[in-house]
């Protein structure tokens, strides 16, 4: 489980492609410490495991079912990712539950300055769009940020907003992104428990008035 707050920029030092699998050796400082071998690191947002590391960085491997929902089969040698190791019980929770299973790639549809602000407006599908809120939680190769608002297309997907400050621009790779390029997108976990509650009560009667009375909740 991760929180979505970004704790450094790595460098991707190779990549290594098998038939449907890659290797990824990531250059590191901060997030080595106290690094052990099978540890999690989100890498852009991904859960990966360590499969081996030191001082300079450490190694993942990357499955097929993850190449295909993420953009990590598009990285080089030389390519910055977001680095976060995994939250541990007690720490602060700066930004969300963010569990490093990306849902989808979105691509970046504009990238606007305004004033000490630069506003994001990123193509997503509909499987993603349907869980985004105004004011609701989203991460974006990993980062935790706060939907502006969001326009859904009659024929599925459409987009949303999100804005960032200079420091978040400083520390991320959103801070050398543009439009065009590709972004995980994982949507927040609570509205997919939500909505398969709710998809469970509808099938066993619904939630209607009775059923809130019933616990308490009128």
Known sequence: MFTGIIEELGTVKSVEKGRKSATLKIGAEKVTDGLNQGDSVAVNGVCLTVTAFDA???TAEVMAETLKKSNLGGLKAGDRVNLERAMRLGDRLGGHLVAGHVDATGIIKSAVREDI???FTIDAPA??????ISKGSIAIDGISLTVVDYDSRSTGGG?????IIPHTASITTLGFKKPGDTVNLE???LAKFV???????????GMDKEFLSRHGFM
Do not use: K, P, Q
């Open 127 to 132: 499987e993603i769009l349907r869980y985004v």
């Open 195 to 205: 909505e398969r509650l709710l998809g469970g009560r509808a099938a066993a009667g």
């Open 56 to 58: 300079s960085g450490f």
């Open 159 to 163: 987009s949303f907003r999100v804005s």
């Open 187 to 189: 949507t927040d976990m």
């Open 117 to 119: 602000a630069t506003v």
